[in-house]
């Protein structure tokens, strides 16, 4: 049963702290988007890779936020410092450049920055 | 988990009925569109999917209908049971690249 991964499930942390997400996409999948979910913007797009290659990170913020895939496995979404407002659920999903494009969703982490 | 509804509009309809979940999109140049449905402290989940190309496409209890003349698109749901109470999502492709669009959502409450 193919499914993305992502961990922790739920993170807690101090302002300031440095937060790292992780993502391990379906086995076989050439792109991976990270997402960010509140209940005041829904489901933003903040950065995607095809071939573990960035191609938009327009959605992510510059200052504070990377997004890297140090291998086919293994997708990495940084916060450092955070802040209160980073507080949301991020969610991984992986799929095929080839299309359809349909996209697969990790459970999700949920991060809260006190 | 997170509740993502609170701030979404809700159809709520008794089990049993069928229901229908609309969606405008935007952008005349998507060819691909996709239907999510998330449940509470879940990710998005894939339910069904249309290509620009075609009207119209079943699953199992569900239909999609494409308008590309208004750019609308439904879902419909038949005989509609408590586990399909979730929010949902549509989402355009532009086929230029792999991104999705997604809507805002709308949540489902199914009533007993």
């Known amino acids: 049963d193919a499914r993305v991964t992502q961990t922790p499930r739920h993170k807690v942390t101090e302002m300031g702290q440095e937060v790292t997400m992780r993502c391990q996409p379906i086995?076989?999948?050439?792109?991976v988007f990270w997402y960010r979910q509140t209940m005041m913007q829904g489901l933003e797009l903040l950065a995607y890779?095809?071939?573990?290659?960035?191609?938009?990170d327009s959605g992510m913020p510059k200052d504070r936020f990377s997004a890297e895939m140090p291998d086919a496995t293994l997708a990495t979404l940084k916060i450092q410092p955070s802040e209160p407002r980073d507080s949301a659920v991020y969610f991984c999903?992986?799929?095929?450049?080839?299309?359809?494009?349909?996209?697969?969703f990790g459970p999700g982490t949920r991060l809260t920055v006190t | 988990g997170e509740s993502v509804g609170l701030h979404l509009p809700t159809l709520s309809v008794q089990e049993g009925d069928n229901s229908i979940i609309n969606c405008a999109y935007s952008?005349?140049?998507?060819?691909?569109f996709i239907w999510y449905k998330q449940e509470s402290g879940k990710g998005p989940q894939f339910i069904i999917d249309?290509?620009?190309?075609?009207d119209k496409r079943q699953g199992q209890r569900v239909t999609v209908l494409l308008n590309k003349t208004v750019k609308h698109l439904s879902l419909q749901i038949a005989a509609t049971q408590p586990g399909d109470s979730a929010v949902y999502f549509c989402?355009?492709?532009?086929?230029?690249?792999?991104?999705?669009?997604f809507g805002k959502g709308i949540t489902l409450s199914v009533r007993p």
């Open positions: 999903a992986s799929g095929s450049s080839g299309g359809p494009y349909e996209q697969y």
């Open positions: 086995l076989g999948h050439n792109t």
């Open positions: 890779f095809r071939n573990r290659a960035p191609l938009d």
């Open positions: 952008n005349s140049a998507s060819d691909y």
């Open positions: 249309i290509r620009s190309n075609m």
């Open positions: 989402a355009e492709n532009t086929g230029a690249n792999s991104k999705l669009t």
